[in-house]
């Protein structure tokens, strides 16, 4: 069979963004089996405010749209897949207090809506998204398909990166390390996170926190105000995450608001327990034990506490989370992909 090129759209490109990351192994995956495919970011000036950028942007796709295929990761008037990777704006401003005046919330909200209404399907990444798109914009649940993300399987050595990262800190082998990653601090639960780590009753925990912010000096000081500044390492975006998911033993990510956090595979492929919350996509492939019933949802103290004091069950269930993540490659991922891309072609 024959396929036709497919064009992924996104709009613009970061190392460290999820959808960015899985558009990345997802292409890596076409090109070994030669499908025929191009990503299309915008080319658009960066001087230029950001929502006159996504305008232009969509002009463009608009223009050169004919009879090509766009496989879409970004909010666009167009596409004939809409991957829903980003959730649903309108939930997130639901969540989040963003300012009125700002034309990019209304201009999102608008694309979202003809986005939902003008794609042949939409994939969801979780069934909270698709949830999301039913009850906010009234799409016809025959035309969404729940996808789960996917990795790529790795198997890394402990003692190499453990060695790697203990010459830059200060780290012991025997300390229980937490890790947080993720950027854009406030809506994935650092505020939370820290005040975790502070109310924890084993004070040789080490915490990671890997990712970009632009205010992080607040964390830091919330940090140092919570006594805790010598134990929580501010790490920045990092090429080498694989080697903190490695030697961590808890992976901590109390966030508000998380389509589907890849950080959750990412972290389970290596051996980590997982602690998320509810309003995280991820969250229905967790056990109930393991799940926040929101950010603040303190309860998780004791049971961080519990775990930490019991290295049988803390390896038990990182040996179940990695039987568990291998159910989540991308090639799973990339097979339920392209058969939705046959029924929209065929």
């Known amino acids: 069979m024959t396929r036709k090129k497919i064009y992924f759209i996104r709009e613009k490109y970061t190392n460290f963004g999820g959808a960015e990351v899985y558009l990345s192994r997802l292409s890596h995956a076409l090109k ?3 499908i025929d495919h191009e990503i299309i970011f915008s080319n658009v000036p960066v001087f230029l405010p950001s929502w006159l950028r996504i305008i232009l942007f969509n002009l463009k796709l608009i223009i050169s749209k004919r009879d090509r295929l766009y496989f879409s990761l970004e909010r666009i008037i ?7 990777g980003d959730g649903v704006h309108k939930i997130f401003l639901s969540i989040e207090k963003k300012s009125k005046l700002n034309p990019l919330h209304p201009l999102y909200l608008y694309l979202e809506r003809q986005c939902f209404k003008n794609a042949k399907k939409i994939i969801a990444n979780s069934e909270m998204v698709k949830n999301e798109i039913i009850n906010s914009y009234k799409i016809n ?3 969404i398909r729940v996808i789960y993300s996917g990795i790529e399987l790795k198997e890394f050595e402990y003692r190499l990166s453990f ?19 993720g950027s854009g601090y406030k809506r994935k639960g650092v505020y939370e996170f820290l005040n975790i780590i502070a109310s924890l009753d084993n004070s ?27 134990r929580v390492f501010f790490v920045g975006a990092r090429n080498d995450v694989d080697d ?8 901590l990510f109390p966030t508000h608001y998380e389509p589907f956090g890849n950080v959750i595979l990412e972290a389970m492929n ?17 056990d109930k034990e393991f799940l926040m019933q929101s950010p603040s949802d303190y309860s998780v103290v004791d049971k961080i506490n519990k775990l930490i004091s019991d290295p049988i069950k803390i390896k038990s269930i990182q040996e179940e989370n990695l039987s568990m993540s291998r159910n989540f490659s991308i090639d799973n991922n990339l097979k339920q992909t392209i058969d939705l891309i046959d029924e929209v072609t065929n």
């Open 32 to 34: 070994n089996q030669n």
């Open 204 to 230: 040789d925990v080490i915490a990671f926190i890997v990712g970009k912010e632009k205010k992080i000096e607040f964390y830091k000081n919330l940090a140092e105000q919570l006594g805790i500044e010598s």
């Open 141 to 143: 649940p025959e035309k």
């Open 244 to 251: 903190f998911y490695t030697i961590s033993d808890i992976f």
């Open 163 to 181: 060695h790697k990262l203990s010459n830059e800190f200060d780290i012991k082998e025997n300390s229980p390390i937490i890790l947080f990653v």
């Open 270 to 286: 290596k051996k980590n327990v997982i602690f998320t919350t509810m309003q995280n996509g991820a969250s229905e492939i967790i």
């Open 78 to 84: 167009c596409p004939d897949i809409y991957r829903a």
